[in-house]
């Protein structure tokens, strides 16, 4: 008879299962503002989010027509580290009066008011 090891099979419990898909999801709100360019937004959405141009673009365009843009989704940790990359980008070098960063805020996907 050949001595033949089995390798155990880990199955996660159900327990952990509905813990996972219970995590809640949040999105990372990109808001307007009069001091920062298209140029400004695109650069910043494509070193921090790593967007292609042409989407980063139409981010852009979105949160200077509607005020606001979502810019990604994720869970809360991931959210609040956008969000804090975004405030912190610094002021538009193209524009004299940008003071500094834009404004982004997290909300719960259930949520989808800004105010």
Do not use: W
């Not at 969000?83 to 524009?95: E, K, T």
């Amino acid at each position: 008879m050949e001595n033949t090891a089995v390798s155990p099979v880990v199955v996660p419990s159900t327990r952990d299962v509905e813990h996972i898909d219970r995590e809640p999801l949040f999105h990372v709100v990109l808001l307007d503002d009069d001091e920062h360019t298209y140029d400004y937004v695109i650069e910043m959405l494509e070193k921090l989010f790593l967007l292609p141009a042409s989407v980063a673009f139409q981010h852009a365009v979105e949160v200077d027509t509607t005020g606001r843009t979502i810019v990604i989704t994720c869970e809360r940790p991931q959210a609040e580290f956008g969000r804090d990359q975004i405030q912190a980008y610094g002021a538009d070098p193209r524009m004299p009066k940008s003071k500094g960063s834009m404004s982004a805020v997290i909300i719960p996907v259930s949520n989808t008011d800004v105010g």
